[in-house]
């Protein structure tokens, strides 16, 4: 089952836009992380943020995490046409168990307008 | 240094048979874990190994199987196909299980 719900699921906006997208998960975490698809390729990972941290940057991207409320947002600030693809949240929720079960949301399709 | 990577890139199979799925993790990756991903869905997890030891199941049915062998490449096995498994599998690697995944571009399974 699906543990994140990506939101919205689908966004279009013009380049320069900054785009947003949020994530809710269920679960306490021990970290979130943020992943782009490229048109059912593989996965690349952008950035990750730990259950102790509230805010992220790397380069354009800001990401924040608010465990008391369960949701993570991803900002793209200035974006390009290339920055269209999916994009999925995955959390790792807390387990003594020693397996890291990586659960993905449902994601955010994103759209950029030259 | 070369990524993940998976073999075969697609595949068809008829319901019933069985098919194999490889993947080559990372130089230095002891863990691989695999994900399947239905069309306009997010990644499930299936399994998890490291060092050779399964660390973690998924929701699936034990038609699914998978090892990995000493070199740190691992096999995905999925027996008596059904029309459901249709999907996108992907192989992750990482350092020790946890922290950043490195997908390979995965493999595209149809079953007719």
């Known amino acids: 089952s699906q543990q994140g719900e990506e939101d919205p699921q689908a966004l279009s906006i013009q380049e320069g836009e900054n785009a947003t997208m949020n994530c809710s998960y269920k679960t306490s975490i021990n970290n979130l992380q943020w992943y782009r698809q490229n048109s059912g390729r593989g996965l690349v990972h952008l950035i990750l943020i730990r259950s102790n941290e509230r805010e992220k940057h790397s380069g354009r991207l800001r990401v924040t995490l608010d465990t008391s409320k369960k949701s993570s947002s991803l900002l793209i600030t200035a974006s390009r046409a290339a920055d269209t693809a999916s994009y999925f949240c995955?959390?790792?929720?807390?387990?003594?168990?020693?397996?890291?079960?990586?659960?993905f949301g449902t994601g955010t399709r994103l759209k950029v307008l030259a | 240094d070369a990524g993940v990577t998976q073999s075969p890139t697609h595949l068809i199979k008829t319901r019933g048979q069985q098919v194999t799925l490889r993947c080559s993790p990372i130089?230095?990756?002891?863990?691989v874990s695999w994900y399947q991903q239905v069309l306009g869905q997010g990644p499930q997890f299936i399994f998890q190994?490291?060092?050779?030891?399964?660390?973690g199941r998924g929701n699936f049915p034990d038609r699914f199987s998978a090892r990995q062998f000493p070199n740190y490449s691992s096999e995905l096995n999925v027996n008596a196909l059904l029309l459901g498994d249709s999907a996108l599998y992907l192989c992750a690697s990482s350092i020790q299980g946890y922290g950043e995944l490195f997908f390979g571009e995965g493999s595209r399974l149809t079953v007719l």
């Open positions: 190994y490291y060092e050779k030891e399964e660390r």
């Open positions: 130089s230095g990756h002891k863990s």
């Open positions: 995955a959390t790792d929720p807390s387990t003594t168990s020693g397996t890291y079960k990586y659960i």
